[in-house]
């Protein structure tokens, strides 16, 4: 019964609040131990109701200590011993003697002071990292909740597109901008072309602790959605999406003309002259490019077939104008008129 009376005045006193870091670490028979010598000045009597609300005054409210108290994840039990080395002392003290309320305040105050001077040389957390994930080494202690605080960011990140040739090799690599613990499971799903995030259209691939995985030879229906999700002491940590596109690549037959195309332009200068300098005749002659031959091959049969239109026009006129010249075969014809 007298505890359930404590732990009403304390939340009674604290009812704006919440917890703090004080309540966090000292339980409520400790705190009524140190209150029970509390003496209201000009009154003359024990008042724990004032004691409380000094309390809260001094810790609660004090905004120094709560950013103290702003560690890294594994070091609240480094907080929870500051804060009862500044207190027990109090408490032994306090239970068996009574003290005005001035002490009181003055030695309280002082503790604080105290514990904001040892609590900040502890490790502070990382800072959280944008714009997902379960953030571990992230983690801050919280005393207005006694819990730690994790980034606030879900856990599915934004999905990032990725292409590849069919027939070709590609690799996706699950990447995670923050540090990993150091026992994680990765887990890799498919899902066949739509653009879900929805767990039910994912199949899984494979499950260990490759971060990367491999497609040797894509195909066409390789083409859809690859998530990564990774775990840690059985509790998922981030989800990464990655949109894969295979680009189809030419026929067969398509291909084998290209390469042919391409054995005949190298085949060209076995055939070019080159000179090399050793034959005293300069620097060595570079070779034109394909389409540099082709268009001077064009002009030459261009000029070949003009040549033997050429030709062929002054043959002709030649022999319209010889027989134009010609004179006739025999004598003359004459014409007489009679009248």
């Known amino acids: 019964m007298g505890k359930v009376i404590v732990w009403g005045l304390v939340l009674y006193a604290l009812v704006d609040s919440g917890l703090s870091c004080f309540q966090c670490f000292v339980d409520a028979d400790e705190s009524s131990r140190l209150c029970k010598g509390y003496i209201l000045s000009g009154y003359d009597i024990v008042n724990l109701d004032h004691c409380f609300k000094a309390i809260y005054r001094i810790f609660n409210n004090n905004t120094k200590v709560i950013q103290a108290a702003h560690v890294a994840g594994g070091y609240e039990d480094e907080l929870r011993n500051i804060m009862l080395a500044q207190i027990t002392p109090l408490i032994k003290e306090f239970e068996t003697t009574n003290h005005y309320d001035f002490v009181y305040e ?11 001077a040892e609590a900040s040389r502890l490790p502070r957390a990382i800072e959280c990292v944008p714009p997902c994930g379960f953030q571990e080494s992230a983690a801050t202690y919280d005393c207005v909740t006694c819990l ?23 690799e996706i690599f699950c990447d995670v ?17 739509v653009k879900t995030e929805l767990v039910d259209h994912f199949k899984e691939l494979t499950m260990g602790v490759d971060l990367l995985y491999t497609i040797p030879s894509l195909r066409l229906d390789h083409k859809g959605i690859y998530q990564c999700e990774i775990f840690s002491n059985q509790h998922s940590i981030i989800r990464n999406y990655y ?4 680009i189809p690549q030419p026929p067969a037959a ?10 005949v332009l190298l085949l060209e200068e076995d055939y ?39 030709l062929y026009w002054l043959l002709a006129m030649r022999r319209t ?19």
């Open 321 to 339: 104008t010889n027989s134009s010249n010609q004179e006739p075969d025999g004598p003359p014809i004459e014409i007489f008129l009679v009248k």
């Open 106 to 116: 003055d030695r309280l105050q002082k503790a604080a002071d105290s514990f904001i």
């Open 272 to 310: 070019w002259p080159v000179t090399h300098p050793h034959d005293g005749l300069g620097s060595p002659a570079r070779l034109p490019s394909a389409p540099v031959l082709t268009a001077c091959l064009a002009v030459m049969h261009l000029l070949a077939f003009l040549c033997l239109w050429y």
């Open 254 to 263: 398509c291909v084998e003309l290209h390469h042919i195309f391409e054995d």
């Open 148 to 170: 730690y605080k994790i980034c606030e960011f879900p856990l599915d990140c934004p999905g990032s597109n990725i292409t590849g040739v069919e027939h070709n090799g590609t």
């Open 243 to 246: 949109y894969l596109t295979v």
């Open 177 to 193: 901008p923050f540090p990993l613990p150091a026992d994680i499971e990765v887990v890799w799903r498919f899902a066949e072309e």
